[in-house]
C-alpha cells in the first residue's frame, strides 16, 4: 500500500545521479564543466579505458570515459547534430547507448548492434530534431553479455537536450544541477569485486552509493530562488526511493518528458536508467536540507526464499545521503512555474500486446520475455510506424523488472488494471514484483530494428531482452502518431 503510493508519485521508479555544474562548494571537488554545442552540433571525442580514479575520496580501479566517473556531461539544443568520436581503451567490446533520444536505431546513430573491438574506434553521428523534447538524456554501454560488468565499473555519462521546456520563464531563472547516482561494490584496495551468483541474479548492487563521482555533495538552494535537480539513476540495478527531508520538492519531468504542471512530490522512487526533474523553491526556513536515499526491496527476500547455497548478497545499508542542500544568498524572487507544456495528445491505439516477464533456469535463459530468452538473430516484435499500440506489461515474478524501450518513450496509462491519475511519459517503467502496466506506445519517425529489455543489466544481460522491428508498411503516411 505504501509502496503503490510512492509509485504514484513517481509515476514509475528508477534513481538519478548528478554531475553538480552551476553550484559550487567545499564537497564538489570537481565541479564538471558541461560541453556545449555550437553553431548547431557538438563534437567529442570518446574513450572507455580502465584506470585508477578517484571516487568518493578513495583510489579505485574503474571503468571510466576520458577518465572521468560518471562521463562528461555533454549540452546540446534540439535541432543539433552530434559526432561521437569513439574509442575503445577497454580490453574487451564494447559500443555505445544513447539511452532515451528519439533518433535513428541503425547505421552509426544509436545503433546496439554495432560491437567496437578493443583497441579500435567507432564514429558515431546523428541529428536530433528540432520538435525533439528538452531533457536529461545519456549515454552507455550497450554490448549484450557485459552491459552490467561496463556499467558496474562506472560508464555512463549524461546528456541535456535543451527545448521547449527550457523556455519557460521560471525555468530559465532556476540554477540547476545534474546528480548521476550510482552504486559499486569495491574492497577496501578499491578493485571491483567479481558478483557472487546469486549477485548475478537478483542484479549486482554495491554499498558505495557515488553521486557524481563524490559522496552526498552540497547543493545550493538559491533563497528566493528555485532550484532545478536533475536526477539520473545510472545504477546497475539499484532502485532508489529518495526523499527530500523536511522540504518541498515539485516534479516538472521524468526521463525526457516533461509533465502538464509541477506535480508535489513525496518520495520519488527511480530505477535503473531513470531521470527525474524536479524543482525546489527556495522559500522556506534557509538552513540545510538532507537528500535521503532510504530503503526499497525490489524482491531480495523472495529471491533467497526461492534459492539455497550462496552467500546472502549484502544489501545495501538502509539508509544514507544523496546530498546535502544548503541555502545560499537570496537571489531575485522566483515561484514555482504554475503550468508547464501541454501533454501530447495520442491517436487511438491500433493493435493489443502483452508482454509477459518471468524467470527461467539459467545462463542465457536465466531472464524470459514471453517465454523466450534473448536471440540475436530473431525479431520479436514488428510494428508500424505511424501507429499507436497499447502494451500490457505483466511481471509474473517475485523481482521487480523496469521494462525500457529505446527509439521511442511510452505513456504509463495504467497500473494493476486500473487507469493512472497523472499518466506520466516515460521510457522505462518499473514494474514490481507480481504487477502489470498498460503503456501506450505511439512508433514515430525512425524504421529499423532495436530493443527492449528489462534495465536491471544483469537481467538483460541473461536474456530478458527482445528485438523489435519498426517498419513503414503500405499502411504508413507520415501523419505524426502524437499530435501536439
Ligand atoms: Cu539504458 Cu537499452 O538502455
Ligand atoms: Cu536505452
Ligand atoms: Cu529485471
Known amino acids: 500500500m505504501e509502496r503503490r503510493q510512492f509509485l504514484q508519485y513517481a509515476g514509475s521508479s528508477v534513481a538519478a545521479i548528478a554531475l553538480a555544474q552551476c553550484t559550487r562548494s567545499a564537497n564538489q571537488q570537481r565541479p564538471q564543466l558541461p560541453l556545449v554545442s555550437a553553431d548547431g552540433s557538438l563534437t567529442v571525442g570518446l574513450t572507455a579505458t580502465e584506470q585508477k580514479v578517484n571516487l568518493a575520496g578513495q583510489s579505485a580501479q574503474l571503468l571510466a570515459y576520458n577518465g572521468q566517473v560518471p562521463g562528461p556531461l555533454w549540452e ?23 539511452h532515451g533520444l528519439h533518433i535513428p536505431p541503425t547505421g552509426n546513430a544509436d545503433n546496439v548492434f554495432v560491437s567496437v573491438p578493443s583497441g579500435e574506434q567507432f564514429r558515431y553521428e546523428f541529428a536530433i530534431t528540432p520538435t525533439h523534447p528538452g531533457g536529461l538524456f545519456w549515454y552507455h554501454p550497450h554490448h549484450h553479455g557485459l552491459v552490467a560488468e561496463q556499467l558496474a565499473g562506472g560508464l555512463a555519462g549524461p546528456l541535456i537536450v535543451r527545448g521547449a521546456v527550457d523556455e519557460i520563464p521560471e525555468i530559465r531563472a532556476a540554477s540547476e544541477t545534474v546528480l548521476v547516482l550510482q552504486d559499486f561494490d569495491l574492497t577496501w584496495r578499491g578493485r571491483r569485486r567479481e558478483p557472487t551468483p546469486i549477485f548475478r541474479r537478483w542484479g549486482r548492487q554495491g554499498d558505495l552509493i557515488a553521486v557524481n563521482g563524490d559522496r552526498a555533495p552540497a547543493v545550493t538552494i538559491p533563497q528566493r530562488g528555485l532550484l532545478r535537480l536533475r536526477l539520473l539513476n545510472a545504477s546497475t540495478s539499484r532502485i532508489y526511493r529518495l526523499r527530500l527531508e523536511n522540504h518541498p520538492w515539485h516534479l516538472i519531468g521524468m526521463d525526457g518528458s516533461t509533465l502538464a504542471a509541477p506535480l508535489a512530490l513525496d518520495d520519488l522512487i527511480l530505477a535503473p536508467g531513470n531521470r527525474a526533474d524536479v524543482l525546489v523553491a527556495g522559500d522556506r526556513d534557509p538552513g540545510a536540507y538532507t537528500l535521503m536515499s532510504l530503503p526499497y526491496d525490489r524482491g531480495i527476500s523472495d529471491m533467497m526464499a526461492a534459492m539455497e547455497g550462496d552467500a546472502v548478497p549484502r544489501v545495501e545499508a538502509a539508509t544514507g545521503a544523496i546530498a546535502q542542500l544548503q541555502y545560499g544568498d537570496a537571489t531575485a524572487e522566483v515561484s514555482l512555474p504554475p503550468t508547464l507544456l501541454p501533454s501530447p495528445v495520442l491517436a487511438a491505439p491500433s493493435r493489443r500486446r502483452e508482454f509477459v516477464l518471468d524467470h527461467g533456469i539459467d545462463g542465457e535463459q536465466a531472464f524470459l520475455i514471453n517465454g523466450r530468452g534473448f536471440a540475436h538473430d530473431r525479431v520479436d516484435t514488428t510494428v508500424q510506424l505511424g501507429t499507436v499500440e497499447a502494451w500490457h506489461i505483466v511481471n509474473k515474478a517475485g523481482m521487480d523488472h523496469p521494462f525500457h524501450l529505446h527509439t521511442n518513450a511510452f505513456q504509463i496509462v495504467g497500473r494493476n488494471g486500473a487507469p493512472v491519475p497523472t499518466p506520466l511519459w516515460q521510457d522505462v517503467v518499473n514494474i514490481p514484483a507480481y504487477e502489470s502496466v498498460d503503456l501506450l506506445v505511439p512508433f514515430a519517425d525512425f524504421v529499423g530494428k532495436t530493443v527492449y529489455h528489462c534495465h536491471i543489466l544483469d537481467h538483460e544481460d541473461q536474456g530478458m531482452m527482445g528485438i523489435i522491428e519498426m517498419q513503414a508498411g503500405a499502411a504508413y503516411r507520415p501523419t505524426p502518431p502524437i499530435m501536439t
Do not use: D, E, I, S
Open 76 to 98: 546540446v539544443q534540439a535541432g543539433n547534430t552530434v559526432v561521437v568520436n569513439f574509442t575503445n581503451g577497454l580490453a574487451q567490446p564494447t559500443n555505445l547507448h544513447f
